[in-house]
């Protein structure tokens, strides 16, 4: 295993922006905390994931944070395995793929390119109240426990779970986001992945989706503009009734209430 840790130089909220380009992020946001701390790890002691981790660079000014960790190198895939699912993310692969493995067996193909499989990554993030997060990934999935102030959230295929913020700003390009409590401001843009808002408390909300679907739940405090709009998804949007909703969808089905 690789393992390194990253401590604030400061104690209280936090403004943290972490490069993870492939791997998972899980986030705890805690009342009884006074410093942040970002733990990267591997199960790997060696090759391309704990090069990677060992490599990772970090600074800050003030309260602002930031750590990142560097791209794998070419031909390089990570794989994790969770009960019967087999997750993989693969960088650039020059040439063809000749094989993966699945439960400790080769999978084997044409071509001549070899592919190196890697443990994944790992961000463990425990951050005070009142902290702010970006994070920028190809692949990674995040997971955030807790409210923070302001989330930014970019990646091409990973998706965002996140408990609560006051303002999010996502855009994915196949990745889902799921959102559990909004309160001021909302914007999130995707071609493929869905939208889902449990509980929009928020005076404005940006949507937009290609294929994806989108479903909204309102609450009492809602208020101001809500835009949803998908080009073959489905979007709902429920508990509209002080919201000024403009709503679309091309080809898919459309409902408010």
Excluded: K, W
């Excluded at 493929?192 to 405090?221: H, K, N, P, W």
């Excluded at 998908?230 to 679309?248: C, M, P, Q």
Aim: hydrophobic share 40%.
């Amino acid at each position: 295993m690789t393992e390194r840790t990253f401590l604030s130089l400061s104690t209280g909220p936090v403004v943290l922006g972490l490069d993870l380009p492939v791997g998972s992020l899980t986030v705890q946001v805690l009342s009884n905390i006074t410093t942040a701390s970002v733990v990267l790890r591997t199960d790997d002691e060696s090759g391309p994931a704990a090069d990677a981790i060992n490599g990772a660079r970090s600074s800050q000014d003030g309260q602002a944070l930031a750590v990142e960790v560097p791209e794998l190198p070419g031909n390089v895939m990570t794989q994790s395995v969770s009960g019967r699912r087999v997750v993989q993310h693969a960088g650039t692969v020059n040439g063809a793929v000749t094989g993966v493995t699945i439960n400790g067996c080769v999978v084997t193909g044409g071509g001549n390119a070899g592919v190196v499989t890697v443990s994944p990554i790992e961000a463990r993030v425990i951050l005070p109240i009142g902290s702010a997060l970006a994070v920028v990934s190809q692949s990674s999935d995040a997971r955030v426990y807790g409210n923070v102030e302001r989330m930014e959230f970019r990646s091409v295929s990973g998706d965002l779970a996140i408990d609560g913020a006051r303002e999010l700003n996502a855009t994915t390009t196949s990745g889902d986001v799921a959102v559990g409590h909004l309160t001021e401001r909302l914007t999130v843009r995707s071609v493929s992945g869905d939208i889902t808002l449990y509980g929009y408390a928020g005076a404005e909300a940006d949507l937009t989706t290609t294929s994806g679907d989108i479903d909204v739940m309102a609450q009492g405090r809602a208020s101001g503009d809500l835009r949803a709009h998908s080009v073959s998804g489905d979007v709902s949007v429920t508990g509209s009734g002080a919201l000024r909703v403009n709503v679309r969808s091309v080809s898919g089905r459309v409902r408010t209430r």
